[in-house]
């Protein structure tokens, strides 16, 4: 499919920004629809892992568990899991969050050496009176839970944790470092929506320091009488813009997932000041009647869906084009 036929799929040719009065999303709709599910970047392993579950009537929340474990257990994947890049002072440190099509939902930030930090959120969902968990406490309840410990600094991120050092320069590359980092998005058989994130966070970050993903709203976002939304990239701009919150918002005014994603974005673009040329962030959302988009501000993002025409990975439409 090229991208002109995803973006028809995907609704978007019906854009038209103003603001716009939606019935489509009453309780009522009894409308079935196909499975499938989304996730950030060019990562098929994981969503076949999630449509195996979803097509054989599982439910959503199990398909992203184990779709976003398949990236966490990757040792190339720099950016989640085991393998991911560690802080500046060497720690490797993860955050993920889940969410239900109740609107239940989990996290763990800050995590050291337990690598599924997806399953961990799962826990803090589903066994404990919590949403949050942090540090050496999602640590101490992961192990109570039978997680296993693990070194999460492989030879390779080592290497170029101890390269880096050499100029100690704190620069986010775009797209780069980003490429593994994965949000997830399904619907399943019942119409039920769930999401996850998960990541080692920025490469370098400060030793201490939480982005977007593991945070409700920000990084992740699910309303099952709405859709969900998933954002990766720089993730304090995904914060100071409560980006998946604003995603799922517009989309319950109508918007299509790629319309509400393209808004999402501009909201940061366009803010006073913003330096959006050196950055990437990216979002992708799907709605209750199976729809799907995302976008981006600088190319390079994409998205990776599989439903029942397959397993295809789309270059996301961006904002910000050179030249
Ligand atoms: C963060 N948003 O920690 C994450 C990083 C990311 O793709 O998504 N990378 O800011």
């Known amino acids: 499919?090229?991208?002109?036929?995803?973006?028809?799929?995907?609704?978007?040719?019906s854009l038209g920004l103003s603001l716009k009065i939606d019935k489509t999303f009453s309780q009522s709709d009894n409308s079935s629809v196909d499975p499938l599910v989304i996730a950030t970047w060019d990562v098929k392993k994981a969503t076949k892992k999630a449509w195996e579950i979803i097509s054989s009537?599982?439910?959503?929340?199990?398909?992203?568990?184990?779709?976003?474990?398949?990236?966490?257990?990757?040792k190339d994947g720099q950016s989640v899991g085991i393998g991911g890049l560690p802080d500046r002072e060497g720690n490797v440190t993860l955050d993920?969050?889940?969410?239900?099509?109740?609107?239940?939902?989990?996290?763990?930030?800050?995590?050291?050496?337990?690598?599924?930090?997806?399953?961990?959120?799962?826990?803090?969902?589903?066994?404990?009176?919590?949403?949050?968990?942090?540090?050496?406490g999602a640590k101490k309840f992961a192990i109570s839970m039978g997680f296993k410990k693990e070194n999460l600094l492989t030879?390779?991120?080592?290497?170029?944790?101890?390269?880096?050092?050499?100029?100690?320069?704190?620069?986010?590359?775009?797209?780069?470092?980003?490429?593994?980092?994965?949000?997830?998005?399904?619907i399943d058989k019942n119409k039920n929506i769930s999401g996850g994130c998960t990541t080692s966070g920025l490469a370098y970050k400060m030793q201490g320091r939480v982005g977007d993903s593991p945070i409700i709203g920000s990084g992740l976002f699910i309303d099952n009488e709405v859709g969900g939304a998933v954002a990766t990239g720089l993730g304090e701009e995904v914060l100071k813009t409560v980006g998946s919150f604003?995603?799922?918002?517009?989309?319950?005014?109508?918007?299509?997932?790629?319309?509400?994603?393209?808004?999402?974005?501009?909201?940061?673009?366009?803010?006073?000041?913003?330096?959006?040329?050196?950055?990437?962030?990216?979002?992708?959302?799907?709605n209750k009647k199976g729809e799907t988009g995302s976008y981006s501000i600088q190319n390079g993002f994409s998205m990776t869906q599989?439903?029942?025409?397959?397993?295809?990975?789309?270059?996301?439409?961006?904002?910000?084009?050179?030249?």
């Open 1 to 13: 499919m090229n991208r002109r036929s995803f973006i028809k799929s995907t609704g978007i040719a």
């Open 57 to 74: 009537n599982g439910n959503s929340l199990d398909a992203i568990e184990q779709g976003c474990m398949i990236e966490e257990a990757n």
């Open 96 to 136: 993920a969050c889940i969410m239900d099509h109740y609107g239940n939902c989990g996290s763990v930030v800050y995590l050291k050496d337990i690598k599924h930090a997806i399953s961990v959120a799962r826990m803090v969902m589903e066994k404990t009176p919590h949403v949050m968990l942090a540090g050496d």
């Open 155 to 186: 030879e390779k991120s080592k290497k170029d944790w101890i390269k880096w050092k050499e100029n100690e320069e704190y620069n986010p590359i775009i797209n780069i470092e980003n490429h593994d980092t994965i949000g997830m998005l399904a």
């Open 246 to 286: 604003l995603v799922v918002e517009l989309m319950r005014q109508g918007y299509s997932p790629e319309e509400a994603c393209k808004i999402a974005i501009e909201r940061i673009v366009k803010k006073p000041g913003s330096n959006y040329k050196n950055f990437q962030v990216g979002y992708i959302a799907l």
């Open 306 to 323: 599989y439903d029942k025409t397959g397993n295809v990975n789309y270059d996301s439409p961006y904002f910000h084009k050179q030249g």
